[in-house]
């Protein structure tokens, strides 16, 4: 049986390796050690970084061929090591499982980003409106603007107008809502070659719209 653990130092790593013949007892408390080692300290460094899911993986691999052992029996002329607590109750473990949910909170913000030159009409969005890209959003949740209408290659028209936002808000008919009480917004898409001139709306106090504005 083998197991290997590292110590990632950005530029050089320090390994251990332990192989040999070993109870089951001994085998856990080494994969389960060795294992903790590698979650918490094995990853600083570029080389560390590669290598070390691989030792991850091997240790993983050894340990499951460790459970599958009988328990040691008397007499012995040495006890066995205690296994320890089950990885998963270990401080190593905060690493990966914080790695995991950053991992997965960075995918859900990006996945709802889009370019301002695809929006189309009946999306929410966030009033952060930056770098030609907007934050879209269920418009069943609270969000700040709803798009009413996107007028295309508006390259001729020199700077962003707000005359035809105000033409498309006119033909709004929100029974939830008067006109009165919302604010319309205009900005230019980011897309230079065909430029288009995305008009929305959002309450005139800026709280939070909630649904979309056609009631659906």
């Known amino acids: ?9 950005i530029i050089v790593r320090n390994n251990t390796t332990v192989s040999g013949p070993m109870c089951r007892e001994c085998g856990l408390s080494t994969a389960r050690s060795f294992q903790a080692t590698n979650l918490w300290a094995g990853w600083w460094g570029l080389i560390s970084l590669v290598v070390n899911p691989f030792k991850i993986l091997g240790n993983f691999m050894n340990s499951r061929k460790v459970k599958r052992l009988s328990p040691p029996v008397e007499p ?3 006890a066995p090591l205690s296994p320890g607590r089950p990885l998963w109750q270990r401080p190593a473990m905060a690493l990966p499982v914080a790695f995991v949910i950053l991992l997965g ?22 009033s952060r409106v930056a770098g030609g890209v907007a934050r879209t959003m269920d418009c069943r949740d609270p969000h700040d603007m709803e798009v009413i209408g996107v007028v295309d290659d508006v390259s001729k028209m020199g700077e962003p ?3 035809p936002c105000d033409a498309l808000a006119s ?8 006109l009165e009480d919302l604010q319309i917004v205009y900005f230019q898409s980011s897309d230079k070659s065909q430029p288009k001139l995305i008009c929305a709306v959002r309450r005139f106090d800026k709280q939070p719209m909630t649904g979309p504005l056609s009631g659906g």
Request: aromatic letters at 6%; hydrophobic letters at 40%; charged letters at 20%.
């Open 105 to 126: 909170w960075t995918i859900y913000q990006t996945s709802s980003l889009k370019r301002t030159a695809d929006l189309v009409v009946g999306e929410c969005i966030s």
């Open 161 to 163: 107008t707000q005359g």
């Open 76 to 78: 012995s002329k040495l």
């Open 171 to 178: 033909e709004l008919r929100v029974p939830e809502m008067p």
């Open 1 to 9: 049986m083998k197991f290997a653990k590292q110590v990632g130092m």
